[in-house]
């Protein structure tokens, strides 16, 4: 677990709990698709397995597999999240990581949300 006084891990600069950890706690303080991107890779980083099943759109959430996104997000070593480009509801994105043989990967994704009440919420990425 990183503590909340170290760096964020979704690089933003700030410190952990003043920034995603929030978000983990808090699914509303989300205000932006980018910022709960933000906290989806910071949840990724520290094995939060609820927080990213849980901000998954409710229309796709039934087709994740929860022992999956555990096994991806632990068997990885998660390096750097990189924002290439945010609009409203899409953001593209490079997460950087180290697979199971120490091979470094990136994952180049962009990203859809949807808003819902006053919640965030992942649909899907290509």
Not at 61 to 78: G, H, L
Request: net charge neutral; glycine share 4%; charged share 20%.
């Amino acid at each position: 677990m990183i503590a909340a006084t170290h760096s964020c891990p979704c690089g933003s600069g700030a410190p952990f709990g003043e920034c995603c950890l929030q978000i983990h706690h808090t699914h509303a303080k989300a205000i932006t698709a980018e910022a709960l991107m933000r906290a989806r890779y910071s949840a990724f980083v520290v094995g939060n397995i609820d927080f990213l099943y849980n901000t998954f759109h409710p229309t796709t959430r039934r087709f994740q597999n929860k022992d999956a996104i555990e096994q991806w997000a632990k068997e990885n070593k998660w390096m750097q999240l990189s924002i290439l480009k945010a609009t409203f509801s899409t953001v593209e994105f490079e997460a950087h990581y180290l697979d199971t043989t120490m091979e470094v990967q990136m994952h180049h994704e962009k990203s859809t949300f949807k808003q819902q009440g006053n919640l965030w919420y992942y649909v899907d990425g290509r």
